[in-house]
């Protein structure tokens, strides 16, 4: 197996096994996910996970957790987070090749420990933009605006093979989802 940089730790071997990581436990029960199979996925060896994160239960724990990628997303001026949250959402996806938010969407609809994804996305997610937006309908914007999020990392995911949104520079794809967003954000 091969590490994706010289240094597996700080560099794209962590990433893989995250990204790899995500995709188990959200498409798999999790007591199917195994360590090598991760590993087998991200091109690292079990022994760089165990390094790494300790152990599945703590890769599980890192995968369910949206603070860090929401320290991104909402790391903008109210007045400027809607511009913001797309510009982010797409330079992530095309830098990291991973949705800061879609895994929650494939643990939809499942009833074990995947239901944890669901629920910290609420407490972390919903919960952070509400507590961000002034007026009234402050929660149910908040997830209205997730949504929109949600649908537009869908979108180029499902035509990320040389579909327009692939194609489209991060400014145009802002110019045109970004008022919406901000509608949103501003409120009534």
């Known amino acids: 197996m091969t590490d994706h940089t010289t240094d597996p730790i700080t560099g794209g071997g962590r990433q893989a096994i995250l990204r790899a990581a995500r995709r188990a436990f959200a498409l798999q029960p999790y007591a199917q996910v195994t360590l090598r199979g991760i590993a087998a996925e991200a091109e690292v060896s079990a022994s760089l996970i165990v390094k790494l994160f300790g152990s599945k239960e703590e890769l599980f724990a890192q995968t369910a957790d949206f603070s860090a990628d929401l320290d991104e997303l909402l790391d903008a001026p109210l007045e400027r987070l809607g511009r913001h949250m797309v510009l982010t959402l797409v330079r ?6 991973t949705d800061p938010l879609l895994r929650v969407v494939l643990s939809l609809g499942m009833a074990d420990e995947r239901t944890v994804i669901r629920v910290r996305f609420r407490d972390q997610a919903t919960r952070r933009l509400t507590d961000r937006l002034d007026g009234p309908d402050a929660e149910l914007r ?25 194609q489209t520079a991060p400014e145009r794809l802002a110019d045109l989802c970004a008022p919406a967003l901000q509608r949103l954000i501003d409120g009534p």
Request: hydrophobic share 40%; net charge neutral.
């Open 142 to 166: 908040a997830e209205l605006i997730l949504g929109q999020l949600l649908g537009l990392g869908a979108t180029l995911s499902i035509h990320r093979d040389g579909g327009a949104g692939e």
């Open 92 to 97: 992530v996806r095309r830098e990291r090749h």
